[in-house]
Nanobody, 123 residues
Framework: EVQLQASGGGLVQAGGSLSLSCAAS????????IGWFRQAPGKGREAVSC????????YYADSVKGRFTISSDNAKSTVHLQMNNLKPEDTAIYYC????????????????WGQGTEVTVSS
């Protein structure tokens, strides 16, 4: 059974940093793009960032460009999302997600979801 284990959420003040991790198991890591979506209270789920293992391309939502960095630890089948200069509008539940080969920003195209990890940014 494919598992995506998300960790690293928490409470931080505006301007602070957090790092999220997504550990994948029972999956051929190189065959999937791994990324993060988030869902704020009362809003829909949106794509935040993604990294494609096949060609190394990355995706960032405009709202996080320059502040978030996604990276891949191949030896541990883990993807990290370093979030700097956090803003209150980054408050959401962050979900790890996997899609075959290339990144996608469409939730309906995601093949596997991890459990969410909550990020709260206070002003």
């Amino acid at each position: 059974e494919v598992q995506l284990q998300a960790s690293g959420g928490g409470l931080v003040q505006a301007g602070g940093s957090l790092s999220l991790s997504c550990a994948a198991s029972e999956i051929t890591f190189d065959d999937y793009a791994i990324g993060w979506f988030r869902q704020a209270p009362g809003k829909g789920r949106e794509a935040v960032s993604c990294i494609s293992r096949s060609d190394g391309t990355t995706y960032y939502a405009d709202s996080v460009k320059g502040r978030f960095t996604i990276s891949s630890d191949n030896a541990k089948s883990t993807v990290h999302l370093q979030m700097n200069n956090l803003k209150p509008e980054d408050t959401a539940i962050y979900y790890c997600a996997a899609h075959a080969v290339l990144c996608t920003i469409q939730t309906l195209e995601i093949h596997y979801w991890g459990q969410g990890t909550e990020v709260t940014v206070s002003s």
